[in-house]
């Protein structure tokens, strides 16, 4: 199994529709999450952290369910810009070693 | 403030050659992280470095291999190079030495290998 699993998509959805990823990860012991983004050939972007209590970012929402082992990213209202692939990130470990997801391809279309 | 920078931007190499990456961190970081990207998956970690010393290393052969300078600034070395070994390298750098704070990363270095 792999430590941090993403359905690799792609995700097509109209504009203004939305749209929910899930991320899985296997280290129960797992401190730190984060989703980034990352357009075509250009390096990776954090996006947003992942608190215990859930938190949002404007359109963007993220959670954590622990019990599950899954990290979850909502994003309302999608917009043209949104089309991009979307990375989890899971850090663990005494120097929080970082293992990230194969990403999730979310293209919104007109 | 410029953010983390690396060089070159692309390099083609052919098999069994020698490759040096290079990676200037942000301003203020001192830890400095290099992943290798192929086409389609995520980033998988190589290694970190702090205080010039590797800290933690991925599932990576030792033909990789990497230096951390008192600037901070970090090299990625790959000897006896393979096809597989093209893929985007990048470099990530973070403040907190106990790696919990966000890093950030670089455009990237795209290697090609024929």
């Known amino acids: 199994r792999k430590e941090v699993e993403q359905d690799p998509g792609p995700f097509n959805v109209p504009e203004g529709a939305t749209v929910a990823f899930n991320c899985t990860y296997s280290n129960s012991a797992s401190q730190s999450f984060f989703w980034y983004r990352q357009d075509c050939r250009k390096e990776p972007k954090l996006l947003m952290s992942?608190?215990?209590s859930g938190n949002e970012d404007g359109r963007f929402t993220a959670q954590l369910n622990r019990a599950s082992q899954y990290i979850s990213l909502l994003i309302r209202d999608s917009k043209l810009s949104d089309s991009a692939t979307y990375l989890c990130?899971?850090?663990?470990?005494?120097?929080?070693?970082?293992?990230f997801g194969t990403g999730t391809k979310l293209q919104v279309i007109p | 403030d410029a953010g983390v920078t690396q060089s070159p931007t692309h390099l083609i190499k052919t098999r069994g050659q020698q490759v040096t990456l290079r990676c200037s961190p942000k301003s203020g970081h001192d830890t400095v992280s290099w992943y290798q990207q192929a086409l389609g998956q995520g980033p998988q970690f190589i290694f970190q470095?702090?205080?010039?010393?590797?800290?933690q290393r991925g599932n990576f052969p030792d033909r990789f291999s990497g230096h951390q300078f008192p600037n901070y600034s970090s090299e990625l070395n790959v000897n006896a190079l393979l096809l597989g070994d093209s893929a985007l390298y990048l470099c990530?750098?973070?403040?907190?030495?106990?790696?919990?704070?966000?890093?950030?990363f670089g455009p990237g270095t795209r290697l090609t290998v024929l």
């Open positions: 992942v608190y215990s």
């Open positions: 990130v899971v850090k663990s470990g005494g120097y929080q070693k970082v293992t």
């Open positions: 990530a750098s973070s403040q907190d030495g106990t790696g919990r704070l966000v890093q950030f």
């Open positions: 470095y702090y205080e010039e010393e590797e800290r």
